[in-house]
């Protein structure tokens, strides 16, 4: 069956000497296809500049129920970053959170309000230029559509990282309090348009982000520490 919807590139791998696998978010869920002869001297119609880190695109392919890898028939950008391409700190952002996505997203099937989230985060750091904190909160909200964004309760003296909540009464090893709790309940209670507000530092960044990707990590069976961590910490030095 042909289907023509919007997908958001995940991550791709070459496969073999001249194919790629392309795993994508679409509107229809997670889907991976599988692009033939793309690094051949004699390309096929596909250029790999199409399936960079959540690039997002309008793509035709035609599915079939047996089958876990798809072919692609057409496909083309859907939106087309402007400034992405020429900004390294963006760029480094989406290779970290293309990792975060491929490791965090694991169902098939649809969900129109994540695709949605993903589209229009993206496209708005694309627009910003002051967007040093938006990694943070887009990890923060996106465990809204993953189902262990953080309970309200925000005058209590810790967060339990296990249960997902604030609390006066700590139940686990799995906690945050002091000025780092300080720092979560900043960013817990913002939004696109209080980002800029947020003066964090370096060290209050970095504190942050190794919070949340332990949050990752104990809600998300599997879920791996991001390989391009160190790189992103380097490009906020």
């Known amino acids: 069956m042909l289907i023509t919807s919007k997908a958001i590139v995940l991550n791709a791998i070459k496969y073999g000497d001249n194919d790629l696998i392309v795993k994508c978010y679409t509107e229809q869920g997670l889907r991976s296809y599988l ?13 790999i ?21 798809h072919f692609i028939n057409e496909v083309k950008v859907s939106t087309p970053y402007l400034t992405i391409p020429t900004n390294v700190v963006k760029q ?9 996505l491929t490791h965090a997203l694991k169902e098939e099937e649809e969900n129109s309000e994540l695709f949605h989230y993903l589209e229009t985060t993206f496209l708005w750091l694309d627009s910003q230029n002051e967007t040093a904190n938006f990694h943070l909160y887009f990890l923060m909200n996106l465990t809204k559509y993953l ?5 309200k309760g925000e005058q209590f003296l810790y967060f ?9 009464h700590i139940n686990s090893r799995h906690y945050i309090s002091g000025e780092n709790l300080t720092y979560f309940k ?13 003066k964090f530092n ?6 942050l982000l190794e919070t949340l990707i332990q949050y990752f990590e104990l809600h998300l069976p599997g879920f791996r520490k991001p390989k391009s961590l160190e790189v992103l910490k380097m490009v906020f030095n």
């Open 35 to 47: 692009i033939k002869r793309i690094f051949k001297q004699t390309k096929g119609k596909f250029s």
């Open 49 to 69: 500049a199409y399936f960079q880190p959540l690039t997002q695109l309008e793509i035709t392919a035609n599915y079939k129920n047996n089958r876990s890898l």
């Open 92 to 100: 480094t952002m989406l290779v970290f959170l293309s990792e975060v």
């Open 147 to 151: 189902g262990f964004y953080p309970e």
């Open 160 to 168: 339990d990282l296990l249960e997902g909540k604030f609390t006066d």
């Open 186 to 198: 900043q960013l817990h209670g913002t939004n696109f348009d209080g980002l800029f507000k947020l």
């Open 202 to 207: 370096k060290k209050s960044r970095q504190s």
